[in-house]
């Protein structure tokens, strides 16, 4: 089946500091499968981060961006300048083959101190 | 703004007791999900329901049943608690439109099972 694998565990960064979270993927379906990132910020549930559904395109929101790499399977989380309000977990996430049921990792919590 | 609400927040249950969560959504979705939360292991899908009477078992089923008695509600059944199901339970409906399906999570229900 469908399979997605990002940075495990927390990751600490200063405040203004740049991050990366690595996201690879394995999709079964023929075809390419829509690649997601959402973000649960403490007491919420999980929200849209970003989408990209096109091969080589990149997504960007609040600061964050990903490129949809299809070569490198990958699909890695960046920001030029982090502040302490991105502090939340983050799920790397794909569809794929108009299959309904989305895949996640396990989540990446981010701390980012001031 | 699509909206999600589950109930309850938090439950406390007993081993062996029967536990009922509720998930209502306004978003006039036909995809709804459960997925549970745990540490190390992210997301894991329960049972999902692609319209009102549908319900499909997900990647990890045992020991729960759902149900979807219309389009806005879809409830997840533990018949029987046990200590193993303490865990973050997450509703979400799905967006399938624009060419890849968007979830929309309620805030979770945090259940404790003794």
């Known amino acids: 089946g469908d399979s997605v694998t990002q940075t495990e565990g927390q990751v600490t960064v200063s405040e203004s500091k740049s991050l990366i979270i690595n996201c690879t993927y394995s999709?079964?379906?023929?075809?390419?499968?829509?690649l997601f990132w959402y973000v649960r910020y403490p007491g919420e549930g999980l929200q849209l981060l970003l989408k990209?559904?096109?091969?080589?395109q990149k997504g960007s929101s609040r600061g964050f961006e990903a490129t949809y790499n299809k070569e490198a399977t990958s699909f890695h989380l960046q920001k030029a300048s982090v502040q302490e309000s991105d502090s939340a977990v983050y799920y790397c996430?794909?569809?794929?083959?108009?299959?309904?049921?989305?895949?996640f990792g396990k989540g990446t919590s981010l701390v980012v101190h001031p | 703004e699509a909206a999600v609400t589950q109930s309850p927040r938090n439950k406390v249950a007993v081993t062996g007791g029967k536990v009922t969560l509720s998930c209502n959504q306004t978003?006039?979705?036909?995809?709804m999900y459960w997925y549970r939360q745990d540490t190390g292991h992210g997301l894991r899908l329960i049972h999902y329901?692609?319209?009102?009477?549908?319900?499909e078992k997900g990647d990890i089923p045992d020991g729960y049943k759902a149900s979807r008695p219309s389009q806005e509600n879809f409830s997840l059944i533990l018949e029987l608690a046990t200590p193993s199901q303490t865990s973050v339970y997450f509703c979400?409906?799905?967006?399938?439109?624009?060419?890849?399906?968007?979830?929309?999570f309620g805030s979770g229900t945090r259940l404790t099972v003794l």
């Open positions: 979400a409906s799905g967006d399938t439109g624009a060419g890849a399906e968007t979830l929309y």
């Open positions: 999709a079964t379906s023929i075809g390419y499968p829509n």
């Open positions: 990209v559904i096109t091969a080589g």
């Open positions: 996430a794909l569809n794929s083959g108009g299959n309904y049921k989305p895949t």
């Open positions: 978003n006039n979705h036909n995809n």
């Open positions: 329901s692609y319209g009102a009477g549908s319900t």
